[in-house]
């Protein structure tokens, strides 16, 4: 299967640069239109992602995210999250990479077979960094209407966690 693999992708260019070939198709000049048209989608998605990467990092070395996780465990709880997972409930909305660490730890600190870690996979691997999402979608529009977005996405995002905990429970 992976020998396949090693070959699919080179295959897919060269089919490409075939079919352009035939065509008469100016590959190079096609190439750096595309890349003129992303620099300025570029520039106007940076500050969002800024703003959020500096946040992500601002909560975690501030230690405000453990104070919030500690306040937030007894709703958490309530809910049926494991309060083990709590850390990484607040930092998936935020940031890809943090959620990675935290998921890292869960795994190491209760063993990947615990209730925590299971719940912790499928939260982390049924959700997406929104702030993030919402920072590339929302720089390419004109009129934005990003809080009814957000708040929507959010609470989304709390039923999935809500849910998949709710699965691994009872599975």
């Known amino acids: 299967m992976t020998t396949v693999l ?14 352009a070939f035939f065509k008469k198709v100016k590959v190079y000049d096609s190439f750096t239109e595309g890349v003129k048209g992303a620099i300025p ?18 909560l975690e070395i501030s230690g405000l995210g453990e104070k919030i996780t500690h ?32 998921l890292s730890d869960i795994l190491e600190r209760y063993g990947v077979d615990s209730y925590p870690a299971r719940c912790a996979c ?13 920072a590339v979608y929302f720089a390419g529009l004109k009129r934005k209407r990003l809080t009814s977005a957000l708040l929507i996405s959010i609470i989304s995002y709390l039923a999935s966690v809500v849910f998949c905990c709710f699965l691994c429970r009872i599975l």
């Open 122 to 134: 499928v939260a982390y691997g049924s959700s997406e960094t929104i702030f993030y999402i919402g």
């Open 41 to 58: 989608l570029i520039l106007s998605v940076f500050p969002y992602i800024a703003a959020v990467t500096m946040l992500s990092k601002l």
């Open 6 to 19: 090693a070959f699919f992708f080179p295959a897919i260019f060269l089919l490409t640069f075939l079919a």
């Open 71 to 102: 306040f937030l465990s007894p709703v958490f709880s309530f809910t049926g999250i494991p309060q083990e997972i709590a850390p990484l409930v607040l930092i998936k909305p935020l940031s890809g990479s943090g959620s990675i660490a935290v």
